[in-house]
T-cell receptor, first 113, second 110 residues
């Protein structure tokens, strides 16, 4: 039983395309996140949602649009993909008001060619 | 100045060595800190977290926080090849946001 699952695991696409990554958590957590990890392993927050409400929106190009249909799901849609978008995207979840840490998914490795 | 600075790597040690991994942080507003371990091609997993100054021990791992000098450390005793991974320190902030250091890759040689 995977706690935080992301699909797809790998995504190779051409510049200019639009793609989506999906995330689901079965932990009953209130808050979900998208993080981007670059080739040097630096993890940077992009967005967070608490109970379907956008809480954190870092300085991310507006080509990236998160959507949370319910508190167990957080998807990420990316328009007009660029070479610099190539990275590993991690979904994570945490329990609100209990900062004991996140549970991460296994990541989506996006390669833009 | 970055919010969380982590000693650069990579780091290679022989099996059985004591490993010391270090981070500094710049904002004392929030007071909880974590260490994550990330194996190759996997997501980070929480290793330890602490709210207060002092030491917290879990098996071979000890997390240390010194708030006066804004320093956090992770010590690994009797390191094993299975400890080979990237270690990320993180600081907790508002809205449960975690700010991570850049990570250090540790290799434990048999």
């Amino acid at each position: 039983d995977t706690a935080v699952s992301q699909t797809p695991k790998y995504l190779v696409t051409q510049m200019g395309n639009d793609k989506s990554i999906k995330c689901e958590q079965n932990l009953g957590h209130d808050t979900m996140y998208w993080y981007k990890q670059d080739s040097k392993k630096f993890l940077k927050i992009m967005f967070s949602y608490n109970n379907k409400e956008l809480i954190i929106n870092e300085t991310v190009p507006n080509r990236f649009s998160p959507k949370s249909p319910d508190k167990a799901h957080l998807n990420l849609h990316i328009n007009s993909l660029e070479l610099g978008d190539s990275a590993v995207y991690f979904c994570a979840s945490s329990q609100d008001k209990a900062p004991g840490g996140y549970t991460f998914g296994s990541g989506t490795r996006l390669t833009v060619v | 100045q970055k919010e969380v600075e982590q000693d650069p790597g990579p780091l290679s040690v022989p099996e059985g060595a004591i490993v010391s991994l270090n981070c500094t942080y710049s904002n004392s507003a929030f007071q909880y800190f974590m260490w994550y371990r990330q194996y190759s091609r996997k997501g980070p997993e929480l290793l330890m977290y602490t709210y207060s100054s002092g030491n917290k021990e879990d098996g071979r791992f000890t997390a240390q926080v010194d708030k006066s000098s804004k320093y956090i450390s992770l010590f690994i005793r009797d390191s094993q090849p299975s400890d080979s991974a990237t270690y990320l320190c993180a600081r907790g902030g508002a809205n449960s946001k975690l700010t991570f250091g850049k990570g250090i890759t540790l290799s434990v040689r048999p």
